[in-house]
Nanobody, 115 residues
């Protein structure tokens, strides 16, 4: 079992920055993919940024150049640095991990960007 706990969400003005954290505990060893998703009201959940065990990263086109995903293996924590935030970035951001054929999700953290 893997437990994922997100933190760092909040209210920020457009153009501001936030850093989200996702701490993995339990059987964190063997996680092959860990990433961030978001879901805005009335919209489908979308992949924001992904970090594979091979070290490659993927970003949604809408966040390229503004968001950066990083991982601290010692702390079993993944970060999402979000810069130049826009009102359309407002959503619940959730951490996801894939380990040995199973998917794990955090509870989500709200990010609200005011114009």
């Amino acid at each position: 079992q893997v437990q994922l706990v997100e933190s760092g969400g909040g209210l920020v003005q457009a153009g501001g920055s936030l850093r989200l954290s996702c701490a993995a505990s339990g059987s964190a060893f063997g996680i092959s993919v860990i990433d961030w998703y978001r879901q805005a009201p009335g919209k489908e959940r979308e992949l924001v940024a992904s970090f594979s065990s091979g070290g490659s990263t993927i970003y949604a086109d809408s966040v390229k150049g503004r968001f950066t995903i990083s991982r601290d293996y010692n702390k079993n924590t993944v970060y999402l640095q979000m810069n130049s935030l826009k009102p359309e970035d407002t959503a619940v951001y959730s951490c996801h991990a894939y380990r040995y054929g199973r998917n794990y999700w955090g509870q989500g953290t709200q990010v609200t960007v005011s114009s």
